[in-house]
């Protein structure tokens, strides 16, 4: 399958490593271009189908029934409308909130317990594959989060809110980082978060295979570590800022294609 | 939907319920995002809970940038005026240290994370938004350039009473900025005990030495 994806990673560190000689920005786009090659997100996307259709957890029952939103058992384009509200849980729920749902009602896992457990690890880690395949599966389409109820309303307002938020010891807001054009954090491009950066970017950008460390980042997790850079406390996995955030992030990303799942640095 | 979820309902539930005839307010939205942040955190090692704490300057600037108004002159006095006030001028009088050490500390972005604990030392994050050195060239951009820092504003010798001014601007706006621009998105890196004064003594030097790389 993906046996170039190490080849591709060594090349990758050299022309890393050659940076300097020539422009840096160039040799960024260049690094970047050979990611796209081989994306081992793949296989998290392979393990995530598996999931899907495999009778699993107490209940013994596979997730093919459950509601993304779109009605049971409807996958495509679901990624692309959540945020969304959903009056089984009464809850507005992202992606991984929404799977997480689903194990519980479904399959009879416990979602306090998944939500508990630290990414990668047990049950998370089928959530983020699932997630992963979930989102594949709307690869090319746009985003067009609803804003029609008063919940997907007032959690964009909310989100808006804890967007421009300062705290912790750096005083740091999402804004810090993310409220202009054209920025910077070391050579590293900063996506504006206030409005749709394009295609591919950002919130369309989410989850993606991190090269830097090896592994698949969903969206919680990506919140997960703006938040520890940020100096803040942790946010809890599907908690109402991270889900308020993606509101705001989707509905001003409307219109940008999907490019998950991505690979990054 | 048995098993609760330790998910907040509330006060969405609530805003929800009150708005059916006229709708939320911005004051309704605050107050949800407020009580959202506080139920949505746990501490984790060293990142306390009391990190979500919002002080004048940051709940004013906050509520000035998703209003898009930006804030009235008083309330920009009043803000950098108090921070001013926390302003430590250096206990032994000397406003410079080594610039070597500088440069370490500008690169370092570590400390103070919940992945970090109480004994790490802390950096500055300096290069992570500005251009310092000519020799680095992984720098962010958030910041303006501090290349040249001390020569583009003609500081040759910095113990001198020509440079006095200068030289306490810096001081000042290292230990914090706020105190200068009432919403500066830069962290107060000595009024939040993120450096030293040693630290800043040398990021000081790093900036401000006429043999610093940076004024060359």
Same mark, same amino acid.
């Given at each position: 399958m993906?046996?170039?994806?190490?080849?591709?990673?060594?090349?990758?560190i050299?022309?890393?490593a050659?940076?300097q000689?020539?422009?840096a920005?160039?040799g960024?786009?260049?690094y970047?271009?050979?990611?796209?090659d081989?994306n081992p997100?793949?296989?998290?996307?392979?393990?995530?189908?598996?999931?899907?259709?495999?009778k @699993?957890?107490p209940?013994?029952?596979?997730?093919e029934?459950c509601?993304?939103?779109?009605g049971p058992g409807v996958i495509?384009g679901?990624f692309?409308?959540?945020?969304r509200?959903?009056?089984?849980t009464g809850?507005?729920?992202?992606?991984?909130?929404?799977?997480v749902?689903?194990?519980e009602t479904?399959?009879g896992?416990?979602a306090a317990e998944i939500?508990? /457990?630290?990414?990668?690890?047990g049950e998370m880690?089928n959530?983020?594959?699932l997630?992963?395949?979930i989102?594949?599966?709307s690869k090319?389409m746009?985003f067009n989060?609803?804003?029609t109820t008063?919940q997907?309303?007032?959690?964009?307002?909310a989100?808006?809110?804890a967007?421009f938020?300062?705290?912790?010891t750096?005083d740091?807001?999402c804004?810090?980082c993310?409220g202009e054009?054209?920025? @910077?954090?070391?050579?590293q491009?900063?996506?504006?978060l /206030?409005?749709?950066?394009g295609d591919?970017i950002?919130?369309?950008?989410w989850?993606?295979?991190?090269?830097?460390?090896?592994?698949?980042?969903?969206?919680?997790?990506?919140?997960?570590?703006?938040?520890?850079?940020?100096r803040?406390?942790e946010?809890k996995?599907?908690?109402d800022?991270?889900?308020?955030?993606s509101?705001?992030m989707?509905v001003?990303?409307?219109g940008a294609?999907s490019a998950v799942p991505?690979?990054?640095? | 939907?048995?098993?609760s979820f330790?998910?907040t309902?509330?006060?969405l539930t609530a805003l929800?319920?009150?708005?059916?005839s /006229?709708?939320?307010?911005p004051a309704?939205?605050d107050?949800?995002?407020a009580?959202?942040?506080?139920a949505?955190?746990?501490?984790?090692?060293i990142?306390?809970?009391?990190?979500?704490?919002?002080?004048?300057?940051?709940?004013a600037c906050?509520?000035?940038?998703v209003?898009?108004k930006?804030?009235?002159?008083?309330v920009?006095k009043?803000?950098?005026?108090a921070?001013?006030?926390t302003?430590k001028?250096?206990s032994?009088?000397?406003?410079?240290?080594?610039?070597?050490?500088?440069?370490?500390?500008a690169?370092?972005?570590?400390?103070l994370?919940?992945?970090?604990?109480a004994?790490?030392t802390n950096?500055?994050?300096?290069?992570n938004?500005?251009q310092?050195?000519?020799e680095?060239?992984?720098?962010? /951009?958030?910041?303006?350039?501090l290349?040249?820092?001390?020569k583009?504003?003609?500081?040759?010798?910095p113990?001198?009473?020509?440079?006095k001014?200068?030289?306490?601007y810096?001081?000042?706006?290292l230990?914090n900025? @706020?105190?200068?621009?009432a919403?500066?998105?830069?962290p @107060?890196a000595g009024h939040m005990?993120?450096?030293n004064?040693?630290?800043l003594q040398?990021?000081?030097?790093l900036?401000l030495?006429?043999?610093s790389?940076?004024?060359?």
């Amino acid at each position: 399958m993906k046996q170039h994806a190490l080849a591709v990673a060594v090349v990758a560190i050299g022309v890393a490593a050659s940076v300097q000689a020539q422009s840096a920005a160039d040799g960024i786009a260049k690094y970047r271009e050979m990611l796209q090659d081989g994306n081992p997100a793949e296989l998290y996307e392979a393990k995530g189908e598996g999931l899907w259709k495999q009778k @699993r957890g107490p209940k013994n029952a596979s997730l093919e029934q459950c509601d993304l939103g779109k009605g049971p058992g409807v996958i495509k384009g679901a990624f692309v409308e959540l945020p969304r509200f959903f009056k089984d849980t009464g809850r507005v729920q992202d992606l991984e909130s929404r799977v997480v749902t689903c194990m519980e009602t479904l399959q009879g896992f416990n979602a306090a317990e998944i939500s508990k /457990t630290p990414f990668g690890r047990g049950e998370m880690a089928n959530v983020t594959a699932l997630a992963t395949y979930i989102a594949t599966e709307s690869k090319g389409m746009r985003f067009n989060l609803p804003q029609t109820t008063s919940q997907e309303k007032a959690m964009f307002e909310a989100g808006k809110r804890a967007f421009f938020m300062r705290g912790g010891t750096h005083d740091f807001s999402c804004a810090s980082c993310h409220g202009e054009d054209g920025k @910077r954090i070391r050579l590293q491009d900063l996506p504006n978060l /206030t409005k749709n950066p394009g295609d591919g970017i950002g919130f369309a950008a989410w989850p993606a295979y991190r090269v830097s460390n090896g592994q698949m980042w969903s969206m919680q997790l990506r919140l997960n570590d703006c938040y520890r850079q940020m100096r803040w406390p942790e946010p809890k996995f599907g908690s109402d800022v991270t889900i308020a955030l993606s509101v705001y992030m989707g509905v001003n990303a409307k219109g940008a294609e999907s490019a998950v799942p991505a690979i990054k640095r | 939907m048995k098993k609760s979820f330790a998910w907040t309902l509330l006060p969405l539930t609530a805003l929800v319920l009150t708005a059916c005839s /006229t709708g939320p307010s911005p004051a309704d939205y605050d107050k949800m995002a407020a009580d959202m942040t506080k139920a949505s955190f746990q501490e984790r090692g060293i990142a306390k809970l009391s990190r979500l704490d919002q002080d004048q300057a940051n709940a004013a600037c906050a509520q000035a940038d998703v209003s898009g108004k930006p804030l009235d002159d008083k309330v920009t006095k009043a803000i950098e005026e108090a921070n001013m006030k926390t302003i430590k001028w250096p206990s032994d009088g000397k406003f410079l240290g080594d610039w070597k050490q500088g440069e370490t500390i500008a690169q370092s972005g570590r400390g103070l994370t919940w992945s970090d604990n109480a004994q790490t030392t802390n950096g500055g994050n300096c290069y992570n938004c500005h251009q310092i050195s000519k020799e680095e060239i992984s720098f962010g /951009t958030l910041g303006p350039s501090l290349y040249n820092y001390g020569k583009l504003r003609g500081v040759t010798d910095p113990n001198s009473a020509a440079s006095k001014a200068i030289v306490e601007y810096t001081w000042g706006k290292l230990y914090n900025a @706020r105190a200068y621009n009432a919403c500066s998105q830069m962290p @107060r890196a000595g009024h939040m005990g993120i450096l030293n004064e040693q630290q800043l003594q040398h990021v000081m030097a790093l900036l401000l030495d006429p043999k610093s790389p940076v004024n060359q």
